[in-house]
């Protein structure tokens, strides 16, 4: 898929996103939690909804997120996995999405999660894209920068996002990200990329440099490429035994595929500012 402009691209992503969140194939896919990433297995057992909670907690684990902790969530969805942070830790959160009806259910969803777990929840969350930041973000600093399943659509401007990133961390701070690396070359991970609007894909050690360049260091971080084939392969059996009317099920069995041929790996990677 080309388009004549990076302007063209981001709405025409911005437009997906706006339109599936109107549907409701993402609701029966993860039981209304909210939640549209990958999922983490700590049981074969675990569900969808089950596997995206333990992704997030996971992150905020790994990445030492603490009650004082003031958490940036750059392509944040609905807003689900942070709030969620929030409530279990006790931090302050912003979010920041691309499509104003997941900003829209971000606030509705944290008017009820003010009233039903936690009264005092700190969040903020802002329509517009990470390229272009409102001052109401960009004024403030934070302890992490969490990015899930996001930024993948910034490879091919990786200088730029990670220079914004590096800017709003406070020293010391974290950047953690899930995110697709490239491993390999093949028609099928082209073809995955257009599919997903993505103009490149860097392999981990491109993205290592990468953060080296803007002030960041690579320090730790996981593969996860089983739980991306798990991830993938549950979506697909369910949409196919609960008869959902999903039109991204060649999209889950292509990224299965992709992963397990070595041509794409899914990773945690973590980064401090130097």
């Known amino acids: 898929m080309s388009f004549s402009s990076e302007e063209d691209r981001i709405e025409s992503i911005k437009d997906r996103w706006n339109k599936s969140t109107k549907s409701s194939v993402f609701d029966a896919l993860f ?5 549209r990433t990958v999922g983490y297995y700590e049981t074969e057992s675990d569900s969808l909804a089950q596997s995206v909670r333990n992704m997030t907690a996971l992150v905020a684990e790994i990445s030492q997120m603490k009650s004082a902790s003031h958490i940036l969530d750059l392509g944040c969805g ?10 279990h830790i006790g931090c302050s959160v912003v979010g920041v999405d691309l499509a104003e009806c997941h900003i829209e259910n971000a606030n509705k969803s944290a008017e009820l999660y003010k009233k039903e777990k936690k009264p005092d929840l700190k969040s903020e969350f802002y329509a517009a894209s990470y390229f272009d930041l ?3 973000v960009t004024s403030q600093t934070f302890t992490h920068v969490m990015m899930q399943t996001s930024m993948f659509y910034a490879h091919h401007r990786i200088d730029e996002i990670l220079s914004t990133i590096s800017k709003l961390l406070r020293p010391g701070g974290v950047l953690v990200t899930t ?20 103009s490149a894909l860097l392999t981990l050690d491109e ?17 996860l490429d089983d739980h991306f084939i798990k991830s993938a392969a549950k979506k697909t059996e369910k949409i196919v035994t609960e008869n959902i009317p999903c039109p991204s099920l060649p999209f889950f069995k292509l990224q299965e595929s992709i992963v397990k041929n070595k041509e794409m790996t899914f990773q945690i990677v973590m980064a401090k500012k130097i």
């Open 31 to 35: 039981g209304g939690t909210g939640y």
């Open 78 to 87: 609905q807003g689900i996995p942070v709030m969620d942070i929030a409530v």
């Open 179 to 198: 995110d697709v690396l490239r491993t390999g070359e093949s028609a099928d991970l082209n073809k995955f990329m257009e599919m997903n609007f993505m």
């Open 207 to 223: 993205m290592k440099a990468a953060l080296l360049r803007n002030g960041l260091e690579y320090y730790g971080g996981e593969n």
């Open 134 to 136: 409102p001052e109401a």
